[in-house]
């Protein structure tokens, strides 16, 4: 498994970064996950098109154009052909403000660390898939710009750590009543026959697959980009989560009520089977 680090090729038990780096002091940086879906990577100018976005919203020098990103992108893959998350794994990549003596403040003068390397396929059992996932409901304590795909992922990952504590798939964020996102996904409820998710500001990160999944659900139903309460969540007819691995997956508990009576409902499983098919057309193109 050979990652990518400034520039070269090591093996990824070599790779190492400086203590010094600012992205390992404090958590300056942005990253991004991209899906393989045999050998393809799926979606990937519109993540790299956010990459930007982040970067430019952390004023971070990152000198690549989506083009010369999608080659590096494409030569951790030829690197990599032999191991079989260069078929069906996901692509990390992440950029940091780079190495400086420590101090809050930055200069301009900084070079940019930038990696990439293969992550393993994450599996969703076929079990968790028919049957629907349970989540939790936590505070949204986070700050004001969840729309940048920022490395500093405290928040998200003590919310993730609840919800396995708690022996359930994901942690879902509820700001002010308002439920937001879940710690490493978007979510969408249908309520009196309408999709409903939160709208793509500042208080979430507007997922890619959220995209896809708006597009290709506004072929067959009501759809709006709209907050909806917590109280919402528990008395919606269907909930399911989003994101690059773990696609469309249904939610059949929220904390401790059941939704659908326990059953995955019947637009998250159509819009699921529409998901499947996108992929499958991407493959073949
Ligand atoms: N929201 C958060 C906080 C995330 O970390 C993620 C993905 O990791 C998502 C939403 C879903 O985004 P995407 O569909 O682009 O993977």
Known sequence: NLAYVNGEFMELRQAK?????????FGDGIYEVIKLYQGRLFKLEEHLERLLTSATSINLNLDYTVNELKELCQEVLSCNRT????????????VTRGEAPRSHSYHDGIETTLIAYLLPAKSISNQ??????????????????CNIKTINLLPNIL??????KAG?????????NKVTEGTSSNIFIVKNGMILTHPANENILGGITRQVVLKLARNRF??????????????????????TTKEVLGVTKVDDKEINGGQIGRVTTKLHKDYKEYIAKFKKN
């Open 17 to 25: 970064i400086s203590i010094e780096d600012r992205g390992f002091q």
């Open 168 to 176: 359930v798939y994901e942690a879902v964020f509820v700001d002010d």
């Open 83 to 94: 191991n079989p998350r260069s078929k069906s794994g996901s692509l990390y990549l992440q």
């Open 128 to 145: 968790l898939r028919e049957k629907g996932v349970s989540v939790i409901t936590i505070p949204d304590k986070r700050w004001g710009y």
């Open 222 to 243: 009501k759809v709006k980009e709209k907050p909806f309460t917590a109280c919402d969540l528990y008395q919606a007819e269907e909930v399911f989560i989003t994101s």
């Open 159 to 164: 919310g993730k750590q609840q919800a396995k």
